[in-house]
């Protein structure tokens, strides 16, 4: 089963940037679709970007042009550089990985945007 392991939350300003990973272990990545979903408080989870086996990738309305999902096989981790970041973008953000009936997720990073 593959574990999966965020990284590089915390607190930034509006208009600036962050780069969050997830490192994944127990299993290769390659063939699994992978996600990046955030919750804010009171709402609920929803998907910010995916990225396919092949690197099709999908992105919420609200991010689109600002964020970009990819990911590196050899290192079995994906990444979610985001730009621009707005107070709207705050929220705890969990990595996700979906292949046939395995759906395994992070615990998930904490990404505050505040001045």
């Known amino acids: 089963q593959v574990q999966l392991v965020e990284s590089g939350g915390g607190l930034v300003q509006p208009g600036g940037s962050l780069r969050l990973s997830c490192a994944a272990s127990?299993?290769?990545?390659?063939?699994?679709?992978m996600g990046w979903y955030r919750q804010a408080p009171g709402k609920q989870r929803e998907l910010v970007a995916s990225i396919t086996s092949g690197g099709s990738t999908d992105y919420a309305d609200s991010v689109k042009g600002r964020f970009t999902i990819s990911r590196d096989n050899a290192k079995n981790t994906v990444y979610l550089q985001m730009n621009s970041l707005m107070p709207e973008d705050t929220a705890v953000y969990y990595c996700n990985a979906r292949r046939f009936v395995i759906n395994a997720w992070g615990k998930g990073t904490l990404v505050t945007v505040s001045s």
């Open positions: 127990g299993s290769s990545i390659s063939n699994y679709v």
